[in-house]
């Protein structure tokens, strides 16, 4: 479909903000992604920040049921989801309430004013209308009939009412395209792909896509429409990428990089069970995935795998990682590569399964029985977890050790465009097993690496046992000799401390030394990033480290801390990292915390910069 | 794995210089010696045996065995063998554990492997107490058992794990008992010629902290007044004299039967040890708890029909592969709508 050629206005602008708010049944997650997919695929940068609710289906119309997906997409450089909205798509009253906050003043709130009869206000405890009080004054407000419209387009098709109205979402998506100047295109290949199938629904979708862009077209209900040139990004082919998806195909690539199979011994957590769904698809690459009867089970069966010679990794979330702390204990005693992947949510226990937090850190680090150091990593962004994932396998396999991947739910569903590497680009991961009997043992180290041999089952002459047992040094033997059983813990603290030796040096962005530096890890690089830039184009002194490597830290990270004269450490936890860096480096970082299951908004930063610059 | 032919392998082979720390008199010593005496018989290249065990003094059985092995941690045997043996089906793994590794702290690992039929065999040795804590009552203690941690009775009802893993549907479900050698053997290998999850309960006494756990069938004349030995094909006779045997009621329940007065072998359910469903081996498993009835020992399921697990898992990635190809890597990595920047 061509882009309009209407009276309306059409205004070229950098960057919007757009969130698409309704129930959670009312597949707001799908319309969100669909319209990321087509601005990313036209060439703007992106951020996304799908925010949905635990329950499945919270009881329709109510404000725990409320699920949103909010979208920055620009003609510029795109860090966060963006801290307020420009437009706001409203499927209901609830809809409404929990998202008008963050409407910009003067900004499009786009409402489905089918939904705004008595008893839906009841359902989301509204006592008054808010399209006919004046709570939206300060909006431009676009009541739109979504339920009839849709009705009236798909009518002819002969569904029920309850399948029509299902489709609405995609009459609110056809009228954001057209409200953005964009193809419908993309989304009718993917309603194609998608209900192959379901030929009926299939044509209802796209009859309903195409009547939202037709309304707007038709009835100039906008009056104006908005462009946002594509952004300036590396030359390169690109594709939209999640974190978990990002995992699961960085897994894959490592495997074929190591030459070994890929083993996933996982059991269904929010918010990383996407990696062991996307993982159980790619078998053709001789995937094996084994959704286990327990969390411990997931991670003893990886064990078993790593053991046999296998990469072997385990998905899991802050509850789970609990149920296998003593399995991680025994992958670091029995010295076998393996990779566990945290995706964290808010907790303690159950908390918030579909909320983002990053408190997960000083379980990671520490969250085992007696001096059992593993390394640490963390990716920053959602394509940087496909680096992560090989740089954490190739750690594993290179120090015989586990290894502990610190992703969290924010880059778990959110989207950046990825810029696709090669695979002949991507350096090969060299393994080696043991094959040679003469001089064997099974504790004997490489003196660089300190790795012990990998010598797996069926390999003649090196039959061996291993156990959760102290061992002999070399030999492998149960040892309980003291002076050995110190010798042992200090050789595996050793061999992870040893990795520092192999990762970059920490490099501050921004100001190489100055008034202040921001020490961030995780999912909050981006909002990070976005704080100091504002705040370094306003004249302030200020850099930025961000840590991908927890454990060990980069070698010189006590050095640059002291190049600056104040360091803040922005977290989404109580203050674990800040805790770490304390401890180690005896500077006097200070905290900014958050712990609401959300990201830091720009301004939160931005403000707490100003407050210790005294500005 | 190496196909070359395989060199002959005798006891020795399987023996290790490591020094056999269980307690002197221990059941677990002549169940070592059954097992190092029948790996050599199964046609098995050494380096493919793998011995895979969790917690507790029978859990310390890798260490003995010249193969590889694999103490692992408490209860998770046979998870870490069931990811072994997904990722290498060829290798022969045998799993090592008690009554607390198995059917306590363990209990859902065993319960989960035998479901799936991972082709692990698993041997249970069943003491009825915890000997590695030194004492406390296990899942499988008597009911109102004075131990240490229940000085006035213990108020738990045990497992029986024959039943528990027939209930299970484990596709091969054994009994042996430590000092009856010959037996001992010939359930191992029956359990070795068995493709899917072999899982073999044995009887073990533990001298220190419950001796004579099994007198009540191994003290003299019990052996074949208390037990009865099932052989597949053969009518259920147990008996010094083979004078009592075992009768299918009319209500479908069992009884058991003087021989003579009109009551012949011909009368007595015959022993159908390859019956697809589990309900007869079930009725088998649980008549040691009635009174009159014998305690089981043999094979009481040997159904080999269903695939193994680890077969039907790789089976899927091959037949995957075979219809989308083997996999491309930059095809994955370009997966999905991609867009040029210049």
Same mark, same amino acid.
Request: proline share 7%.
């Given at each position: 479909?061509?882009?309009?050629?209407?009276?309306?206005?059409?205004?070229?602008?950098?960057?919007?903000?757009?969130?698409?708010?309704?129930?959670?049944?009312?597949?707001?997650?799908?319309?969100?992604?669909?319209?990321?997919?087509?601005?990313?695929?036209?060439?703007?940068?992106?951020?996304?920040?799908?925010?949905?609710?635990?329950?499945?289906?919270?009881?329709?119309?109510?404000?725990?049921?409320?699920?949103?997906?909010?979208?920055?997409?620009?003609?510029?450089?795109?860090?966060?989801?963006?801290?307020?909205?420009?437009?706001?798509?409203?499927?209901?009253?609830?809809?409404?309430?929990?998202?008008?906050?963050?409407?910009?003043?003067?900004?499009?709130?786009?409402?489905?004013?089918?939904?705004?009869?008595?008893?839906?206000?009841?359902?989301?405890?509204?006592?008054?209308?808010?399209?006919?009080?004046?709570?939206?004054?300060?909006?431009?407000?676009?009541?739109?009939?979504?339920?009839?419209?849709?009705?009236?387009?798909?009518?002819?098709?002969?569904?029920?009412?309850?399948?029509?109205?299902?489709?609405?979402?995609?009459?609110?998506?056809?009228?954001?395209?057209?409200?953005?100047?964009?193809?419908?295109?993309?989304?009718?290949?993917?309603?194609?792909?998608?209900?192959?199938?379901?030929?009926?629904?299939?044509?209802?979708?796209?009859?309903?896509?195409?009547?939202?862009?037709?309304?707007?077209?038709?009835?100039?209900?906008?009056?104006?429409?908005?462009?946002?040139?594509?952004?300036?990004?590396?030359?390169?082919?690109?594709?939209?990428?999640?974190?978990?998806?990002?995992?699961?195909?960085?897994?894959?690539?490592?495997?074929?990089?190591?030459?070994?199979?890929?083993?996933?011994?996982?059991?269904?957590?929010?918010?990383?069970?996407?990696?062991?769904?996307?993982?159980?698809?790619?078998?053709?690459?001789?995937?094996?995935?084994?959704?286990?009867?327990?969390?411990?089970?997931?991670?003893?069966?990886?064990?078993?795998?790593?053991?046999?010679?296998?990469?072997?990794?385990?998905?899991?979330?802050?509850?789970?990682?609990?149920?296998?702390?003593?399995?991680?204990?025994?992958?670091?005693?029995?010295?076998?590569?393996?990779?566990?992947?945290?995706?964290?949510?808010?907790?303690?226990?159950?908390?918030?399964?579909?909320?983002?937090?990053?408190?997960?850190?000083?379980?990671?680090?520490?969250?085992?029985?007696?001096?059992?150091?593993?390394?640490?990593?963390?990716?920053?962004?959602?394509?940087?977890?496909?680096?992560?994932?090989?740089?954490?396998?190739?750690?594993?396999?290179?120090?015989?050790?586990?290894?502990?991947?610190?992703?969290?739910?924010?880059?778990?569903?959110?989207?950046?465009?990825?810029?696709?590497?090669?695979?002949?680009?991507?350096?090969?991961?060299?393994?080696?097993?043991?094959?040679?009997?003469?001089?064997?043992?099974?504790?004997?180290?490489?003196?660089?690496?300190?790795?012990?041999?990998?010598?797996?089952?069926?390999?003649?002459?090196?039959?061996?046992?291993?156990?959760?047992?102290?061992?002999?040094?070399?030999?492998?033997?149960?040892?309980?000799?003291?002076?050995?059983?110190?010798?042992?813990?200090?050789?595996?603290?050793?061999?992870?401390?040893?990795?520092?030796?192999?990762?970059?040096?920490?490099?501050?962005?921004?100001?190489?030394?100055?008034?202040?530096?921001?020490?961030?890890?995780?999912?909050?690089?981006?909002?990070?990033?976005?704080?100091?830039?504002?705040?370094?184009?306003?004249?302030?002194?200020?850099?930025?480290?961000?840590?991908?490597?927890?454990?060990?830290?980069?070698?010189?990270?006590?050095?640059?801390?002291?190049?600056?004269?104040?360091?803040?450490?922005?977290?989404?936890?109580?203050?674990?990292?800040?805790?770490?860096?304390?401890?180690?480096?005896?500077?006097?970082?200070?905290?900014?915390?958050?712990?609401?299951?959300?990201?830091?908004?720009?301004?939160?930063?931005?403000?707490?910069?100003?407050?210790?610059?005294?500005? | 794995?190496?196909?070359?032919?395989?060199?002959?392998?005798?006891?020795?082979?399987?023996?290790?210089?490591?020094?056999?720390?269980?307690?002197?008199?221990?059941?677990?010593?002549?169940?070592?010696?059954?097992?190092?005496?029948?790996?050599?018989?199964?046609?098995?290249?050494?380096?493919?045996?793998?011995?895979?065990? &969790?917690?507790?003094?029978?859990?310390?059985?890798?260490?003995?065995?010249?193969?590889?092995?694999?103490?692992?941690?408490?209860?998770?045997?046979?998870?870490?063998?069931?990811?072994?043996?997904?990722?290498?089906?060829?290798?022969?793994?045998?799993?090592?554990?008690?009554?607390?590794?198995?059917?306590?702290?363990?209990?859902?690992?065993?319960?989960?492997?035998?479901?799936?039929?991972?082709?692990?065999?698993?041997?249970?040795?069943?003491?009825?107490?915890?000997?590695?804590?030194?004492?406390?009552?296990?899942?499988?203690?008597?009911?109102?058992?004075?131990?240490?941690?229940?000085?006035?009775?213990?108020?738990?009802?045990?497992?029986?794990?024959?039943?528990?893993?027939?209930?299970?549907?484990?596709?091969?479900?054994?009994?042996?008992?430590?000092?009856?050698?010959?037996?001992?053997?010939?359930?191992?290998?029956?359990?070795?010629?068995?493709?899917?999850?072999?899982?073999?309960?044995?009887?073990?006494?533990?001298?220190?902290?419950?001796?004579?756990?099994?007198? &009540?069938?191994?003290?003299?004349?019990?052996?074949?007044?208390?037990?009865?030995?099932?052989?597949?094909?053969?009518?259920?006779?147990?008996?010094?004299?083979?004078?009592?045997?075992?009768?299918?009621?009319?209500?479908?329940?069992?009884?058991?039967?003087?021989?003579?007065?009109?009551?012949?072998?011909?009368?007595?359910?015959?022993?159908?040890?390859?019956?697809?469903?589990?309900?007869?081996?079930?009725?088998?498993?649980?008549?040691?708890?009635?009174? &009159?009835?014998?305690?089981?020992?043999?094979?009481?399921?040997?159904?080999?029909?269903?695939?193994?697990?680890?077969?039907?898992?790789?089976?899927?990635?091959?037949?995957?592969?075979?219809?989308?190809?083997?996999?491309?890597?930059?095809?994955?990595?370009?997966?999905?709508?991609?867009?040029?920047?210049?």
């Amino acid at each position: 479909m061509d882009i309009p050629s209407g009276k309306a206005k059409r205004e070229v602008i950098d960057q919007a903000v757009i969130r698409f708010a309704g129930d959670s049944g009312d597949g707001m997650q799908i319309t969100g992604s669909q319209f990321t997919n087509t601005v990313a695929i036209y060439g703007n940068d992106i951020a996304t920040f799908p925010d949905f609710p635990a329950e499945i289906r919270a009881p329709a119309g109510t404000v725990p049921g409320v699920s949103g997906f909010q979208l920055n997409f620009s003609s510029g450089e795109v860090y966060t989801p963006g801290d307020s909205v420009d437009v706001l798509v409203a499927m209901n009253p609830a809809a409404l309430k929990v998202n008008l906050a963050d409407l910009k003043a003067n900004g499009i709130l786009i409402v489905n004013s089918d939904s705004f009869e008595e008893v839906d206000l009841r359902k989301a405890h509204v006592t008054s209308n808010p399209l006919e009080d004046n709570t939206l004054d300060k909006f431009r407000v676009f009541p739109v009939e979504l339920q009839r419209l849709t009705r009236a387009a798909l009518q002819h098709l002969g569904l029920d009412a309850k399948s029509m109205d299902r489709c609405k979402n995609f009459f609110a998506l056809g009228m954001c395209y057209w409200l953005y100047n964009r193809s419908i295109d993309p989304t009718i290949r993917w309603i194609d792909d998608k209900f192959s199938k379901k030929p009926l629904l299939s044509e209802a979708n796209k009859l309903a896509l195409k009547a939202g862009y037709s309304y707007c077209e038709a009835t100039e209900a906008f009056q104006i429409s908005y462009e946002i040139p594509p952004a300036q990004l590396t030359p390169g082919t690109y594709r939209n990428l999640s974190g978990n998806q990002a995992l699961a195909i960085g897994f894959v690539t490592a495997a074929q990089k190591a030459g070994l199979k890929l083993y996933l011994g996982s059991y269904p957590i929010t918010p990383a069970s996407d990696i062991l769904h996307e993982l159980s698809k790619y078998k053709n690459f001789g995937v094996l995935t084994f959704q286990a009867e327990d969390e411990i089970a997931a991670i003893t069966s990886s064990i078993g795998a790593a053991y046999s010679g296998a990469l072997a990794i385990t998905t899991t979330s802050g509850p789970g990682m609990a149920l296998k702390t003593e399995a991680i204990g025994l992958a670091a005693m029995t010295e076998l590569p393996i990779v566990i992947c945290d995706i964290q949510r808010g907790g303690p226990s159950t908390g918030l399964p579909t909320k983002t937090e990053q408190a997960d850190l000083l379980q990671a680090m520490f969250g085992r029985n007696s001096e059992a150091p593993v390394p640490v990593l963390a990716p920053s962004t959602p394509g940087d977890c496909f680096w992560i994932a090989l740089e954490a396998s190739r750690i594993a396999l290179k120090y015989m050790v586990p290894v502990i991947v610190l992703s969290d739910g924010y880059l778990a569903n959110g989207a950046e465009p990825w810029r696709i590497p090669t695979a002949e680009e991507i350096p090969p991961i060299p393994v080696k097993f043991e094959t040679n009997p003469e001089g064997f043992f099974p504790y004997k180290r490489d003196p660089q690496t300190l790795a012990r041999p990998w010598a797996i089952p069926g390999t003649p002459g090196l039959e061996h046992r291993i156990g959760g047992i102290e061992k002999q040094e070399i030999t492998g033997n149960v040892n309980y000799e003291p002076l050995n059983h110190e010798k042992m813990v200090r050789i595996r603290a050793a061999k992870v401390d040893a990795i520092r030796q192999d990762i970059p040096n920490a490099m501050p962005t921004g100001d190489p030394e100055g008034d202040l530096l921001l020490v961030s890890w995780g999912s909050t690089f981006g909002s990070v990033t976005q704080a100091v830039k504002e705040q370094r184009e306003k004249g302030r002194k200020i850099g930025h480290l961000h840590l991908r490597h927890l454990n060990p830290l980069p070698s010189n990270v006590g050095e640059v801390l002291k190049r600056y004269k104040k360091v803040l450490v922005p977290e989404l936890n109580m203050g674990q990292l800040l805790w770490m860096l304390r401890a180690k480096f005896l500077v006097d970082a200070v905290g900014l915390n958050k712990i609401q299951g959300r990201p830091f908004k720009q301004s939160e930063l931005e403000q707490k910069i100003e407050e210790m610059l005294g500005v | 794995m190496t196909t070359a032919a395989l060199p002959p392998l005798t006891r020795k082979d399987f023996q290790t210089d490591q020094e056999v720390r269980w307690c002197p008199g221990c059941g677990d010593y002549a169940i070592l010696a059954a097992v190092q005496t029948v790996f050599p018989e199964l046609g098995v290249r050494r380096e493919n045996f793998v011995v895979i065990s &969790g917690i507790g003094c029978a859990s310390r059985f890798p260490y003995y065995m010249n193969t590889f092995g694999f103490h692992t941690i408490h209860g998770r045997a046979p998870a870490v063998a069931t990811g072994l043996k997904i990722a290498h089906p060829e290798l022969e793994v045998w799993l090592v554990t008690g009554d607390g590794d198995a059917l306590a702290i363990g209990g859902n690992h065993t319960i989960h492997m035998l479901r799936r039929n991972v082709g692990i065999k698993f041997l249970l040795f069943n003491n009825r107490i915890y000997g590695l804590t030194k004492g406390q009552y296990s899942p499988t203690s008597e009911f109102q058992k004075v131990t240490k941690s229940t000085p006035y009775g213990s108020p738990d009802r045990p497992f029986n794990p024959i039943s528990l893993a027939i209930g299970a549907e484990a596709t091969f479900v054994a009994r042996s008992v430590d000092i009856f050698q010959a037996h001992l053997k010939d359930t191992l290998r029956a359990a070795a010629a068995h493709k899917g999850s072999a899982f073999v309960e044995i009887l073990q006494n533990c001298n220190i902290f419950n001796d004579g756990a099994w007198t &009540g069938i191994t003290e003299k004349d019990a052996r074949s007044e208390r037990v009865i030995q099932l052989e597949h094909g053969k009518p259920l006779v147990f008996g010094k004299t083979h004078d009592k045997g075992i009768r299918r009621k009319p209500d479908g329940d069992i009884e058991v039967v003087p021989l003579g007065n009109g009551i012949s072998e011909s009368d007595l359910i015959v022993h159908d040890a390859h019956h697809p469903r589990p309900s007869y081996a079930f009725l088998l498993s649980h008549m040691e708890d009635r009174p &009159g009835f014998p305690t089981p020992i043999g094979v009481l399921r040997a159904w080999d029909d269903l695939p193994r697990y680890e077969d039907v898992v790789n089976d899927q990635v091959a037949a995957i592969t075979q219809q989308k190809g083997p996999g491309n890597l930059n095809k994955l990595l370009r997966g999905g709508d991609v867009w040029e920047v210049k």
